[in-house]
């Protein structure tokens, strides 16, 4: 690695910073989900394949709305214990579960070996801010999902945080208190939400820390390459979409490889300055991909041990 360059830190934009800074010590984390074909497996596999010389803190596997991937995510897990070097996670939600359930699901992951699970209450099948129903023999949020996981087994438990508030949550302060109530039950670390406004996600976690709440918050970080898709996500869970965004993405519907060009820079800019902020957890929205992830890691300083190999042949 280079001597860091002698440069006036202002003559430099946050991404050439992190670069003249090199080698880091921050703690990333990569999320997928589990694949529905044979070919999305496969593609899946070689991203994780990609990432795991990089030494993530531990990766996460998602749970479909309504349990429906509680098969194939169980399987993704479990495969990833045996045949990788990685600390994976599993995502479990209570939605239209009853206790005993999701019980059930808890105590094969302990069996199977997994020992960290991202607590979710989840959203109601097909209507992400639809109203919830809970069942009245059910997990009501993740506050109760997080201590019914603990009352099982000594699992580490994640548990979710908005920076832009939960779309059914009053306030940022209910959030907060949220939050402080799953600490309380056990949770030990938070996954934000993705979120564009890095000032508001500054000041939103100025708060959290400000409430005493001091687990890790991992800033969740989703590389956006397609627009239009992202527009459809983030409207019903109340993320903003800054309009210098829209700038960037606009007349490119056509044109994907700018897309992830403009993805990848966007997405490093946000890395790099909230590591200039203090942050050294960052948890990666991967939609199964490798590339624009591993090179926002390489911007961070985030390498491979010597001797890995980072590139596939
Ligand atoms: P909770 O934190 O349980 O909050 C839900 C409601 O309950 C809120 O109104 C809150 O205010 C209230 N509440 C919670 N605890 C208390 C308490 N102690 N006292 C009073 N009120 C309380 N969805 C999936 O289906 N599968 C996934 O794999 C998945 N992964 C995700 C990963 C991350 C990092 C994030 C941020 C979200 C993920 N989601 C996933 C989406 C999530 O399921 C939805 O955002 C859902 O609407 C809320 O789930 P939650 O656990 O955040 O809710």
């Known amino acids: 690695m280079n001597a860091p360059l002698e440069l006036p830190p202002t003559a430099l934009g946050p991404v050439a910073r992190a670069g003249a800074r090199g080698q880091s010590r921050l703690n990333v984390s990569f999320e997928f989900s589990p694949p529905k074909t044979e070919e999305a497996e496969e593609s899946l596999w070689q991203a994780i394949r990609r990432l795991e010389p990089l030494n993530p803190e531990f990766v996460s596997v998602t749970y479909g709305a309504g349990g429906s991937t509680r098969e194939r995510t169980h399987r993704t897990v479990v495969r990833m214990i ?74 580490e438990v994640s548990v979710s945080l908005y920076p832009q508030i939960h779309p059914e949550s009053p306030s940022i302060a209910h959030d907060i208190d949220v939050l402080k109530a799953k600490v309380d039950a056990g949770a030990t670390r938070a996954i934000t939400q993705f979120f564009f406004d890095v000032d508001g996600f500054l000041r939103f976690t100025d708060q959290v820390r400000k409430a005493g709440i001091d687990i890790p918050i991992c800033a969740g970080i989703m590389p956006v390459t397609n627009f239009k898709g992202l527009r459809r996500m983030a409207e019903p869970c109340g993320i903003d979409i800054p309009f210098w965004l829209g700038n960037l993405f606009d007349g490119l519907d056509k044109d994907p490889d700018t897309r992830r060009l403009i993805a990848c820079s966007v997405a490093a800019e946000t890395c790099a300055r909230l590591e200039e902020e203090g942050f050294t957890d960052f948890h990666f929205y991967t939609l199964n991909r490798a590339d624009l992830v591993y090179a926002i890691c390489r911007v961070l300083g985030v390498r491979e041990a010597a001797g890995a190999q980072g590139v596939p042949s």
């Open 82 to 155: 045996h045949e990788t070097s990685l600390r994976p996670a599993a995502h479990l939600t209570c939605v239209e579960a009853s206790r005993a359930d999701v019980d059930e699901v808890v105590q094969a992951y302990w069996d199977s070996g997994i020992r960290h699970i991202v607590a979710l209450r989840g959203d109601p099948p097909g209507q992400i801010g639809g109203a919830y129903v809970p069942r009245t023999d059910g997990y009501l949020n993740g506050t109760e999902l997080t201590a019914g996981i603990k009352a099982i087994a000594p699992f």
